[in-house]
C-alpha cells in the first residue's frame, strides 16, 4: 500500500519561497511517475509539476522559471521548489505518484493522493 504524506507549506509573503516534501512508503515498484498537484476553493484539482521516472518534467505554464520539481532517489522523497510565490499560487498542494512509465495532467489518471499542505500567498 503506497502512502504519501506531504509537509512545507505555510504562510508567506509574495515574492517568497517555499520548499514541499512528499515523503513515500510502499513504493516498491522501481518504475513510477510522480506529480504535484493544487486545489485552490472553487476550481478544479491542477497539475502544477510532473516528474516522470523517465526523467522528464512538466510544468504548469502558471509556474514555469518558478517552481522546480525533484526527487531524492533513495526514499524516494518527492520535493517542490516553489519560489517567488504570488497570492494566486494559494491552494492546498497534493503530491501523487503511480507505477509504471506513463503520467497525465488529468488528476482522475492518479490513483494515490496525499493528504495535502496548504501554501498561502499573501500580497
Known amino acids: 500500500q503506497v502512502q504519501l504524506v506531504e509537509s512545507g507549506g505555510g504562510s508567506v509573503l509574495a515574492g517568497g519561497s517555499l520548499r514541499l516534501s512528499c515523503a513515500t512508503s510502499?513504493?516498491?515498484?522501481?518504475?513510477?511517475?510522480m506529480a504535484w498537484f493544487r486545489q485552490a476553493p472553487g476550481k478544479e484539482r491542477e497539475a502544477v509539476a510532473v516528474?516522470?521516472?523517465?526523467?522528464?518534467?512538466y510544468y504548469a505554464d502558471s509556474v514555469k522559471g518558478r517552481f522546480i520539481v525533484s526527487e531524492d532517489g533513495v526514499k524516494p522523497t518527492l520535493y517542490l521548489e516553489m519560489n517567488s510565490l504570488k497570492p494566486e499560487d494559494t491552494a492546498m498542494y497534493y503530491c501523487?505518484?503511480?507505477?509504471?512509465?506513463?503520467?497525465?495532467?488529468?488528476?482522475?489518471?492518479?490513483?494515490?493522493w496525499g493528504q495535502g499542505t496548504q501554501v498561502t500567498v499573501s500580497s
Open positions: 501523487t505518484a503511480r507505477a509504471g512509465s506513463r503520467w497525465s495532467l488529468d488528476a482522475n489518471f492518479w490513483l494515490t
Open positions: 510502499g513504493l516498491s515498484v522501481p518504475i513510477y511517475s
Open positions: 516528474l516522470a521516472t523517465t526523467g522528464t518534467t
